[in-house]
């Protein structure tokens, strides 16, 4: 498939990923970031479409792993660990 198709089937198929990364998201700035990276990978591995599949699909799985890498990266990142002393724990049978 030529590049300019391959880039015309990606400009066609926008409109049905917004609303995807919207429901996604629950926040439009951070869904129009998500079809942004949603198109660039799907730039980059263009050579991984197989001609003749659903575009759609292809471009909706894409679309969903980046979400669940990115939540997953911000679940680890916002873990707490709490490394306080319990020292109110040594002064509890003396009660």
């Given at each position: 498939m030529a590049t300019v198709d391959f880039n015309q089937l990606l400009v066609n198929n926008t409109e049905f990923l917004k609303p995807f990364a919207i429901t996604l998201t629950r926040d439009n700035?951070?869904?129009?970031?998500?079809?942004?990276e949603t198109m660039f990978r799907a730039l980059a591995n263009k050579e991984k479409y197989n001609v003749?599949?659903?575009?759609?699909?292809w471009l909706y799985t894409i679309m969903r792993n980046i979400f669940i890498n990115n939540y997953r990266r911000?679940?680890?990142?916002?873990?707490?660990?709490?490394?306080?002393?319990?020292?109110?724990?040594?002064?509890?049978?003396?009660?």
């Open positions: 700035e951070v869904a129009k970031d998500l079809l942004q003749g599949t659903n575009i759609k699909a911000k679940s680890k990142q916002n873990t707490i660990f709490d490394s306080t002393p319990n020292e109110y724990l040594l002064n509890y049978n003396q009660v």
